[in-house]
């Protein structure tokens, strides 16, 4: 069946991370057209359960390449990026008849680039948030299609819990971009204002993980929650050109119930029991 004569839009889909396979899977079950899915060929996040994006792909048929060997497909209605972890080259971008957009996990014009929960946490925001917008020339820099806001507690989230509670709504953006396009809504292209644009670079986020020498506890254990996301280094202190990770006290204790469970069946399966 055609795409005229299915009504459904087609795609092209490029992204990572767990959210991005939730996100394929929806088009998939509302019967969008998936001309390509564009993984990245860099960054993989092997600790998460369940299948990647490459995997999932394969068990739905999609075509799946690399961007540098994406072939010719012909226009099709949209271009996504779901968190995808490289700029879309424009020869891609421009196949798309109605809009080429990126789905970012942070509220923009003031959180684009690195380390976006982290410093949500450190400068103790009261609101977060995601971000649907066109392509730009670089990274996070295109007009807005929509911001989608919520409230946070920075003083209880750590940098992990914050990428759930934005990937969370990040889908739910994504369910109301899907629609809006089903229903031939033409998208949004709000210009982000110049003054209020921030990025931050990888090479600007990473010396942000150290404490600083004469920081207090709350401030130790603001920065300890603000980086801390498994597998990646967290926060830490320098002594002597020497590194100390520090652990949060809101997870201490419960880092070591996996571990216990581990230990029991361990003991368990000596036995048989």
Not at 149 to 175: H, K
Not at 179 to 194: D, H, K, R, T
């Amino acid at each position: 069946m055609s795409d005229e004569m299915s009504g459904k839009p087609s795609i092209i889909f490029m992204g990572s991370k767990p959210a991005s396979v939730v996100a394929l899977r929806h088009i998939v079950a509302r019967g969008w057209d998936v001309k390509a899915v564009c993984v990245s060929g860099t960054v993989s996040h092997p600790w998460y359960p369940g299948p990647n994006l490459k995997e999932v792909a394969e068990e739905l048929g999609l075509s799946i390449y690399k961007q540098a060997e994406m072939p010719e497909t012909g226009p099709v209605d949209l271009v996504v990026s779901y968190m995808f972890r490289h700029l879309v080259k424009p020869h891609i971008a421009q196949r798309a008849t109605k809009a080429a957009v990126n789905f970012h996990a942070a509220p923009l014009p003031e959180y684009g680039g690195w380390g976006t929960y982290n410093l949500a946490i450190l400068e103790q925001k009261k609101e977060f948030g995601c971000t649907c917008h066109h392509l730009g020339e670089g990274f996070d820099d295109g007009p807005l299609v929509k911001v989608r806001r919520f409230p946070i507690e920075p003083e209880e989230l750590t940098g992990f819990g914050l990428e759930g509670l934005a990937q969370a709504e990040m889908l739910r953006l994504f369910s109301e971009i899907v629609e809006m396009v089903e229903q031939g809504v033409e998208l949004p292209s709000i210009p982000q204002p110049a003054h209020e644009i921030r990025y931050n670079s990888l090479e600007e986020f990473l010396p942000m993980k150290r404490i600083p020498d004469d920081a207090d506890a709350e401030t130790a254990d603001r920065y300890a929650r603000a980086f801390w996301f498994p597998p990646y280094e967290g926060a830490y202190y320098e002594t002597n050109g020497v590194r100390h990770e520090v652990i949060p006290v809101s997870v201490r204790e419960t880092l070591g119930e996996p571990l216990c469970q581990d230990v029991m069946q361990n003991l368990n399966a000596v036995l048989g029991q």
